[in-house]
């Protein structure tokens, strides 16, 4: 059934039909096959196909388009949608399309958003930039750039395209979700619960807002949180967003103290990560911490510092996920010649290389950050694994290693979705075994390391004295602090603790058998 002019064209560049694949059908009726481009009868036969989810058929249709007219953009757009909707390969298309529609936003936001996944953020970012300059308004694009800003540590930079997104779009609950995505990774908890609640307000099936608010504990005394968690599970939802909401009804149990049921829906939500493919290979673990203490030894670090940057502007806060390096970050970050720039993925995407270069290109990314700080926080805990190339590049960089009782770190690893991160997160036997070989490599990097370069702290001496581990923290990297240093304010510190409270495996300790021997680092 061929569209109407003014519904959405079904090529999914979001104009209506009449601005968009209707101009072309027009100008290619009863055209020969030698022309410029097809036949409104094939337009609109592919248009119908799209439009009746008859993918396979119109993927067909597309690429006998293309082959015939290998320089219509049209032909190449229509192909990639099809394409993305059946889950296939179709970066080719993408670019193509993007290469022949110069002036076609969603035609870069379409390429954009297949970079992003892919990994490719430089490019996703370029891509997306081009679909903004055409279209400013954007909304779902203004919340992805906001979110890879987020990613490279320009946090004001992201929030004010996430405002802009919910201006343009009101109703547009990923803007308003990932605003507080935003704020609770700042420690901004009152406003990351409004952003939530908006959120879900303006759409109750937009699983990410009820994600956030459990994950700020913002259940409101009454069932309507959980009823709302098994709609939607009862639903269709994306396998990531059900893998969320499975963790997030574990911590309504949490709250609610009904344990077995919490730890029910934490073991529910990881073994549904591992029936899609979640693979970890203890041995290959003890393989690549071998590989990486037999790499980066002392004289290996030695010889690279020739080649080093001397820069002391960043500070690395490392260790375990879920350890307390937000927190850790959060308190140094008061000290006014000090921002946080959020986890960073520089290092862990980069791996091995020409250190110079590595340096150089690290202090180019953090110079699009706030000026005029000295240091600049970087609090990607696992660049615990990067310590020695780092170290190597940037010699006067410090390193703040925060641990946690091991028992408490594994659960809140087990309770929450790190899959895509850390393939050992969802089994606690796995958990068991790389807590221990992080343990193997802390210690060869204190034995490797100058002294003045890392600082082992516990997360539980910054709970309990932070006016101390603050004034530590500052003298560790170089800031001197006039009277009082300054400290996290109470509805802060008193909602992190809450969030990673000392001592909370015990609440679930008879399900916990193999975490038992987990030792405590050797300076605890």
Request: hydrophobic share 40%.
């Amino acid at each position: 059934m061929k569209p109407q002019r003014n519904e959405a064209c079904p090529c999914g560049s979001g104009r209506k039909f009449k601005h968009c694949c209707w101009r072309g059908s027009q100008r290619s009726q009863a055209r020969p096959a030698n022309m410029a481009g097809p036949s409104t009868v094939e337009t609109n036969r592919l248009v119908a196909m799209i439009r009746g989810n008859r993918l396979a058929e119109a993927e067909i249709e597309a690429r006998s388009i293309v082959d015939r007219f290998p320089t219509l953009g049209f032909g190449w757009k229509c192909l990639s949608v099809t394409q993305v909707m059946q889950g296939k390969p179709a970066m080719d298309a993408l670019q193509t399309a993007a290469a022949l529609l110069p002036k076609d936003a969603e035609a870069h936001c379409n390429l954009g958003y297949a970079l992003r996944n892919s990994g490719r953020n430089n490019e996703a970012l370029a891509s997306y930039s081009k679909g903004l300059n055409l279209n400013p308004n954007n909304a779902e694009a203004l919340t992805i750039v906001g979110t890879l800003f987020r990613e490279r540590g320009r946090i004001k930079d992201a929030e004010n395209l996430y405002r802009n997104a919910m201006a343009i779009q009101p109703d547009f609950a990923p803007a308003r979700s990932a605003l507080g995505d935003l704020c609770a990774d700042r420690g901004r908890y009152s406003e990351a619960r409004d952003s939530y609640r908006s959120a879900v307000e303006e759409n109750a099936d937009w699983a990410p807002g009820w994600v956030g608010l459990a994950n700020c504990r913002a259940f409101d005394g009454d069932d309507r949180w959980l009823g709302n968690a098994q709609r939607l599970l009862q639903g269709s939802l994306r396998l990531q967003e059900a893998i969320d909401l499975r963790f997030a009804v574990g911590r309504y149990y949490d709250h609610q103290q009904d344990y077995e049921q919490a730890f029910a829906s934490f073991k529910d939500a990881n073994e549904l990560t591992i029936r899609h493919g979640l693979v970890f290979d203890p041995m290959q673990a003890t393989e690549q911490i071998d590989r990486i203490i037999n790499t980066f030894g002392r004289p290996w670090m030695e010889s690279r510092r020739a080649v080093a940057n001397h820069s002391n502007r960043p500070v690395f806060v490392v260790g375990m996920p879920d350890s307390g390096a937000a927190l850790a970050a959060h308190l140094l970050a008061v000290h006014p010649g000090v921002i946080d720039a959020g986890e960073l993925g520089y290092w862990l995407a980069r791996g091995a290389g020409r250190i110079d270069k590595a340096a150089q290109e690290y202090l180019q990314w953090l110079g699009e950050l706030e000026t005029g700080a000295d240091r600049v926080i970087d609090r990607m805990p696992t660049n615990y694994l990067m310590i020695g190339m780092i170290h190597a590049a940037l010699p006067n960089a410090h390193f703040i290693h925060v641990h946690r009782d091991p028992i408490d770190t594994c659960l809140a690893i087990y309770s929450n979705n790190f899959a895509s991160t850390c393939a050992y997160s969802a089994d606690l036997g796995n958990l068991a075994h790389q807590y221990r070989e992080y343990l193997r490599l802390m210690q060869h990097w204190r034995s490797v390391l100058p002294a003045g370069v890392m600082l082992d702290l516990s997360y539980e001496s910054l709970v309990r004295d932070p006016v101390s581990v603050g004034r530590t923290l500052f003298e560790f990297v170089g800031l001197t602090c006039l009277g009082q240093p300054p400290t996290l304010d109470s509805e802060q510190m008193r909602e992190a603790v809450a969030f990673r409270a000392v001592g909370s495996w015990r609440n679930y300790e008879k399900f916990l058998d193999p975490l038992r021997n987990l030792e405590l680092p050797q300076d605890a």
